[in-house]
């Protein structure tokens, strides 16, 4: 079992960077595959992107695809999200996911057990 700690986000004007940091408090992120969600007011939850445990396979959804990178440090035991020329639409909560499900990993929210708290993404335009 992992427990997920996120950390990161924050209030940036349109086309600015930030970067979001998923860790374990309990267990080790190493061993699973990561996906990244977010979700904005009254929308459903919706995939970002997600990698593969050893890293070799990494996805991304095509609203964030050339703007947003999926990375890990396995020295530190974290994942980050790095989100790159921010708009408005992205503002929403961001959430990391981790399973041990399969091979890789996965755009359904339901195939990931373990989440992380959220942290919040506001985009001003």
């Known amino acids: 079992q992992v427990q997920l700690v996120q950390s990161g986000g924050g209030l940036v004007q349109a086309g600015a960077s930030l970067r979001l940091s998923c860790s374990a408090s309990?267990?080790?992120?190493?061993?699973?595959?990561i996906g990244w969600f977010r979700q904005a007011p009254g929308k459903e939850r919706e995939f970002v992107g997600g990698?593969?445990?050893?890293?070799?396979?990494?996805g991304y959804a095509d609203s964030v695809k050339g703007r947003f990178t999926i990375s890990r440090d396995n020295a530190k035991d974290t994942v980050y999200l790095q989100m790159n020329n921010l708009l408005s639409e992205d503002t929403a909560l961001y959430f990391c996911?981790?399973?041990?499900?399969?091979?890789?990993?996965?755009?359904?929210?339901?195939?990931?057990?373990?989440w992380g708290q959220g942290t919040q993404v506001t985009v001003s335009s």
């Open positions: 309990v267990g080790s992120l190493n061993l699973y595959h």
């Open positions: 990698q593969s445990r050893n890293g070799e396979s990494t």
């Open positions: 996911a981790a399973t041990l499900i399969g091979s890789s990993w996965y755009r359904d929210s339901n195939l990931y057990p373990y």
